[in-house]
């Protein structure tokens, strides 16, 4: 059964930095993509950034680029996303997703209507002015 499950989230200051997790179970790990996503209030959810599993190839949202990273443990039971230098507009609810649709070459796609099928319950990110 694919399982993820965030954590992590919570309430900062601009600038500020937080760390989200995304446990993945046994089988979401063998997906060909993890992915972060978030949506605020009133807007479609967008693609944040990603980890291709076959290679640790890593993919960023020009809005995250230089501020965020993506990481994960050892074992690979978890996959984090460092956020630092936050900004209002990073606030959202903030989820993890597996898909196995790639592209031709290697590599995942941001959005999240490429085949990300299997979603946590999300973690909230408040950043305030």
């Known amino acids: 059964q694919v399982q993820l499950a965030e954590s992590g989230g919570g309430s900062v200051q601009a600038g500020g930095s937080l760390r989200l997790s995304c446990a993945v179970s046994?089988?979401?790990?063998?997906?060909?993509?993890i992915g972060w996503f978030r949506q605020a209030p009133g807007q479609e959810r967008e693609g944040v950034a990603n980890?291709?599993?076959?290679?640790?190839?890593?993919t960023y949202a020009d809005s995250v680029k230089g501020r965020f990273t993506i990481s994960q443990d050892n074992a690979k039971r978890t996959l984090f996303l460092h956020m630092n230098s936050l900004k209002p507009e990073d606030t959202a609810m903030y989820y993890c997703?597996?898909?196995?649709?790639?592209?031709?070459?290697?590599?995942?796609?941001?959005?999240?209507?490429?085949?990300?099928?299997?979603w946590g319950q999300g973690t909230q990110v408040t950043v305030s002015a």
């Open positions: 980890f291709y599993s076959f290679n640790g190839r890593l």
């Open positions: 997703a597996a898909s196995n649709q790639q592209m031709n070459g290697g590599g995942c796609f941001l959005g999240p209507e490429f085949g990300y099928s299997y």
């Open positions: 046994e089988f979401a790990r063998s997906s060909a993509c």
